[in-house]
């Protein structure tokens, strides 16, 4: 009987040599040839050879006499010894092209089941483990009953795992199980190999597994697997259905004991302070002034008596715009306070680093932040905030498909934000199949753009005519418009810089960073017709909009912008999610936000997705005159 470890456990050319090894032992013998012999028949010759050592002789003769033979009964036998000689010059290739030659022409060979399964082993150890698989499943149809059964079994585990296909390979690994039933080390080896598939498995698989194989020894670790895997997702409803199935499953003390312990873990986790917000702002340091807007517009929420009488406390804690003090609240807020759930914080850094804590603390927060990707981090993080890539979308849905605009500029500063922008609209433009035809960047705090705009537009490089330096510096414009991802203060310096080098009659475009009155006051006669996106409207005459401007500058003296709208609309959104639904646990809130019916509020209506993007529309604005007005 072949063992097993030969094949799969050692090295390579040591599994070739017991694969060889194997083949001598299962098929007929042949009588050693005497030295008296005539050795002018090839088969003997190859015979000797073989027995002999020199195994390039013995494959020489084997193939002189496959070429001579024509109906020799020896035929079958020369090609399993090829193909014996093949694996112990480790020529797998070889090898398995003399067995397939025996499989398909002689397939009544009594050495056939042996040979079957050697091609299924050599297809393994080539990576082909889709064929081999194949091949192990057609060995099982026709040979039920030989004792390689148990060996194509585990095979065909082998394949199934390598080929990422876990639910297959742990089944045939069970009935591989029950055939090596009797062989105490081959069984604890499967048991290992099932055990490490329960453990890698997503709590979806291990519930199929379970529906496939319940009178096996198996369900308690599937169960204890679920319960873990649903309570570092922060599932404790399901983590805790997992653990009461584990716990009846079976009467052995040690289940029993860490059933008990997981329960214990999950009734911890559920402590929390219903409807108890905490928010991380920066309200002192660099950042203090954005910090303060957000909290003036969830002070306003909170004070809102619109939202059905929702009771809701919030506890607010400075991070100073330092990543490290964010962390410290972050935790304090978790573990002490009992919080259910936490908005903020603002900055891409801070954000960066608290989303990931947020995540392993099982905690749902809603960033007010543009990080790219935040949500990505897990499913307990959030985002209320426009996206440059929502932005773009809109502006060019606009811009291209509304106003008919074709040839693009793009103008952009030399920072992380410009760049991705204009990568951004760029690939976005080509999707949609506008071109672009000039594209130039500048240092973000220079004044001065002149350099830049004779670039785009021609004078910068001297022209000549039949190589004749001429004194033609008329701009040569081959776009419709010019993308500026820049802030107000940076467009008003450039808008008149490009009137100044006579680029005219061209649409200036820009994202919600442009969206300030003071950009009329800086620069109108420069920037008519020009299109921008923005988040929220403070002009809208919509009724919702007009009473929260209205109370924010009764309140605070001034008008609201973007973050003072998505802080108001934030709170705003939990006071209805708490008032309608109550959630008990930060699972519950975190499915509630997930599951909530679209949300219309002052930045417009939104709605979270899977991934905890909430799903928004910008506004889309045009100057006219000395207005803003919006673009339908």
């Known amino acids: 009987m072949i063992i097993r470890s030969i094949f799969l456990k050692r090295a390579v050319s040591v599994l070739l040599a017991g694969m060889a090894l194997f083949l001598f032992a299962c098929q007929p013998k042949v009588p050693a040839p005497q030295v008296t012999e005539t050795y002018s028949d090839p088969f003997v010759m190859a015979e000797k050879y073989q027995q002999g050592g020199d195994l390039q002789q013995a494959l020489t003769r084997y193939q002189v006499f496959l070429k001579q033979a024509r109906k020799d009964e020896r035929i079958p036998l020369a090609l399993q010894r090829m193909a014996e000689i093949h694996l112990k010059l480790n020529n797998l290739e070889k090898a398995l092209s003399s067995l397939e030659r025996l499989s398909g022409a002689y397939p009544d060979y009594t050495q056939m089941p042996e040979a079957r399964y050697q091609i299924s082993l050599i297809l393994n150890q080539q990576g082909k483990y889709e064929a081999s698989a194949d091949n192990a499943i057609r060995w099982l149809d026709r040979y039920q009953q030989h004792f390689l059964k148990k060996e194509v079994l585990f095979l065909l585990g082998e394949d199934f795992r390598a080929m990422g296909k876990t639910e297959e390979a742990f089944l045939w690994w069970v009935e591989a199980k029950k055939a090596w039933k009797g062989d105490p080390e081959k069984e604890i080896e499967l048991d290992e190999k099932l055990k490490t598939l329960i453990i890698t498995s997503s709590p979806a698989l291990l519930s199929r597994l379970l529906e ?6 198996y369900p308690p670790e599937i169960y204890h697997q679920m319960s ?16 009461r199935a584990l716990m009846e499953s079976t009467r052995d003390p040690y289940w029993v004991s860490t059933g008990e312990d997981i329960l214990a873990k999950i009734a911890k986790k559920r402590v929390v302070r219903e409807n108890c ?14 910090g303060q807007e957000v909290l003036n517009g ?73 990080r790219r990707d935040i949500v990505k981090t897990g499913d307990m993080i959030f985002r209320n905030f426009l996206t440059p890539a929502q932005e773009i979308d809109s502006l060019l849905q606009v811009s291209v498909g509304q106003l008919g605009l074709d040839r693009f500029g793009i103008l952009y500063p030399d920072n992380a934000y410009g760049r991705f922008c204009m990568n951004l609209f760029w690939d976005r433009l080509d999707e949609m199949g506008g071109s672009i035809t000039a594209v130039e960047s500048y240092p973000p705090d220079i004044t001065d753009f002149a350099a830049q705009i004779k670039k785009m537009v021609g004078p910068h490089y001297p022209r000549t005519d039949n190589g004749i330096r001429t004194h033609d510096h008329l701009p040569l414009i081959d776009f419709d418009a010019i993308f500026i991802p820049d802030t107000y203060q940076r467009v008003a310096m450039i808008a008149p810089q490009l009137a100044f080098h006579d680029v005219l009659g061209v649409r200036l475009i820009g994202t919600r960073l442009w969206h300030s009155p003071k950009l009329l006051e800086m620069a109108k006669n420069y920037l008519q017709g020009a299109v921008f996106s923005s988040g929220f409207v403070p002009e809208s005459e919509n009724p919702k909009v007009v009473g929260f401007v209205t109370d924010y500058n009764h309140n605070f ?15 705003c959104l939990l006071k209805t999610i708490f008032a309608a639904s109550d959630p008990k646990t930060r699972d519950n809130l975190r499915q509630t936000l997930l599951d909530m019916p679209v949300f219309d509020g002052v930045t417009g209506p939104f709605s979270f997705d899977a991934e905890g993007e909430a799903l928004k529309t910008p506004f889309i604005l045009t100057i006219s005159g000395s207005r803003t007005i919006p673009i339908y």
């Open 557 to 571: 003296g001034e008008i609201p912008g973007i973050l003072a709208a998505n802080g108001y609309d934030t709170i």
């Open 277 to 290: 917000i905490g928010c991380l702002l920066p309200l002192s340091g660099p950042f203090a002034a954005y």
């Open 228 to 243: 873990l895997a649903f309570l570092s997702q922060h599932k404790l409803g399901r983590a805790e259905k997992a653990v």
């Open 212 to 217: 496939s194989e319940r009178a096996m020894r």
């Open 298 to 370: 969830i002070s306003l929420g909170m004070m809102s008596a619109s939202m059905n009488g929702a009771k809701m406390e919030i506890i607010i804690r400075d991070t100073a715009g330092k990543p490290e003090k964010a962390l410290d609240e972050l935790e304090a807020l978790v573990n002490t306070q009992k919080v259910v759930g936490i908005i903020g914080p603002l900055s891409s850094k801070t954000a960066a680093v608290i989303s990931k804590k947020a995540q392993a603390l099982g905690v749902p927060m809603i960033a007010l932040t543009q």
